[in-house]
């Protein structure tokens, strides 16, 4: 089978960093994403690593190990606005197709 | 730019009713998908179509069926609504099937009692 195994929540004050964990087992691999979603809305997209190691984006980074099966998505200057929850998603075909982890709630506490 | 739309925002059906729910982009992309997700889960693909005129079963298929009406519409039917389809639906696209991003709307949350 395909399973992701990310933490269901994890807590962090205002200022601070935190990193958020994604192992995978899949059929095949060609690239980590990850998704932020807001109260149950939209899933936005983040990043996307297809090779290893650190991509980053502003405030974001995110990692990749092919040789472990890991990756991680690093928030830095932590703000009360990213109090949502983060997906990964593993695409293991050519044709693009999407497993999610089931996500991890993220707190930011003031 | 509107994105992704979905209609209805919310639903509430009976077992055994049927209903199709609409999605739409204006991006011009080429691949479009249907996603569930369910309480404390992560998404799970129903159904995905990779350019207009294919359509492609996804982890969960089961209980749907899906139409690419043209390169901008998806729409997903459920023919005899069970409870165990109670969910939230998102519909994405992406400029072709391979391109690592999606962009999701804003769901419809599903209700069958």
């Known amino acids: 089978g ?3 195994e990310q933490p269901s929540e994890v807590t962090a004050v205002e200022g601070a960093i935190v990193q958020i964990n994604c192992t995978y087992q899949t059929s095949g691999f060609y690239g980590l994403s990850w998704y932020q979603q807001h109260d149950g809305g939209a899933p936005t997209f983040l990043s996307y690593n297809a090779l290893d190691g ?21 928030l830095q200057e932590l703000q009360m606005k ?4 983060y997906f990964c998603a593993v695409r293991y075909n050519q044709g693009g197709k999407l497993i999610f982890g089931q996500g991890t709630e993220l707190s930011v506490k003031p | 730019n509107a ?8 639903q509430v059906l009976k077992t ?14 080429n691949s479009m998908y249907w996603y569930r997700q ?7 693909l129903i159904y995905y179509s990779a350019s207009e005129g294919t359509t492609d079963k996804g982890e ?21 609504a069970a409870p165990s389809q109670t969910s939230v639906y998102f519909c994405a696209s992406s400029e072709r099937l391979a391109k690592e991003t999606q962009y999701f709307g804003p769901g419809t949350r599903l209700l069958v009692l």
């Open chain 2, 60 to 80: 969960v298929p089961n209980g749907y069926n899906v139409s690419r009406l043209n390169k901008r519409e998806f729409s997903l039917r459920l023919e005899s």
């Open chain 2, 38 to 44: 369910d309480p404390g889960m992560g998404l799970r």
């Open chain 1, 54 to 74: 650190l991509e980053e984006t502003g405030r974001f980074s995110s990692f990749l190990s092919r040789s472990d099966s890991y990756g991680y998505l690093l």
């Open chain 1, 2 to 4: 395909q399973s992701l």
């Open chain 2, 3 to 10: 994105g992704v739309t979905q209609t209805p925002k919310f």
């Open chain 1, 82 to 85: 990213d109090s949502a929850s």
């Open chain 2, 16 to 29: 055994g009713q049927s209903m199709t729910l609409q999605c739409a982009q204006d991006m011009n992309h």
